[in-house]
């Protein structure tokens, strides 16, 4: 299967950029794709904002979890904030017990 994650810069005032993953975050390889979009995003544009689009991830295991809390965790360092938009119920409540509920953007 292939995994696929797109990344674009977004119309927002401050440098920000969307990653978009597509699929189902539950292989350990799709987190490490994840985390590895991260680490190109923060290296080659270092903007102030990353907004994950989660819109198109069915679900997420705990490796997708943990790839998501690497991610903010290296973008802690460049001081760039993070957030996460659209996700399934499912999805969400992963998130919310893992305790990554204050990455949930509010609409």
Known sequence: MTY???TRRLPEPAMTIGIEPQGELRSEKAARLLLDRFVMVLAAT???RIVVDLSAVPSISEDGVE???SGCDKAAVTEARVAVVHSAPEVRDQLHRHGLENLIARS
């Open 4 to 6: 696929v994650i797109n």
């Open 46 to 48: 270092r903007p102030e």
């Open 67 to 69: 790839a998501l809390r």
